[in-house]
């Protein structure tokens, strides 16, 4: 059965950090392009960053440059993404998902498996 499961989230304030995990299970991670993304209300789900399955590159959202940062972890099976610098526009459920094939791209529709998301929340 092959699942991700974000775990991380929470309440911080503005400036605030937070690191976002994303394990998966049933499957290995090693050769798939992963990615998180976000969904805020009443807003499509957008791409914030994503990485091959080397690590070798890694996207990221304008919106997020300079902030967040993506890593992933193959031996642990496990995705992250440390948040820096939180905005309240930052708020949404964070999703993790995985993506067959080599090439790296930070549309969802292109990913096909997905976690059940996990909420953030900046606020002061």
């Known amino acids: 059965h092959l699942q991700l499961v974000e775990s991380g989230g929470g309440l911080v304030q503005p400036g605030g950090s937070l690191r976002l995990s994303c394990a998966a299970s049933?499957?290995?991670?090693?050769?798939?392009?992963i990615g998180w993304f976000r969904q805020a209300p009443g807003k499509e789900r957008e791409g914030v960053s994503c990485i091959s399955s080397s690590a070798s590159t890694t996207y990221y959202a304008d919106s997020v440059k300079g902030r967040f940062t993506i890593s992933r972890d193959n031996a642990k099976n496990t995705l992250y993404l440390q948040m820096n610098s939180l905005k309240p526009e930052d708020t949404a459920v964070y999703y993790c998902?995985?993506?067959?094939?080599?090439?790296?791209?930070?549309?969802?529709?292109?990913?096909?498996?997905w976690g059940q998301g996990t909420q953030v929340t900046v606020s002061s």
């Open positions: 998902a995985a993506k067959k094939g080599p090439d790296l791209y930070l549309t969802p529709y292109d990913y096909d498996y």
């Open positions: 049933g499957f290995t991670l090693d050769y798939y392009a």
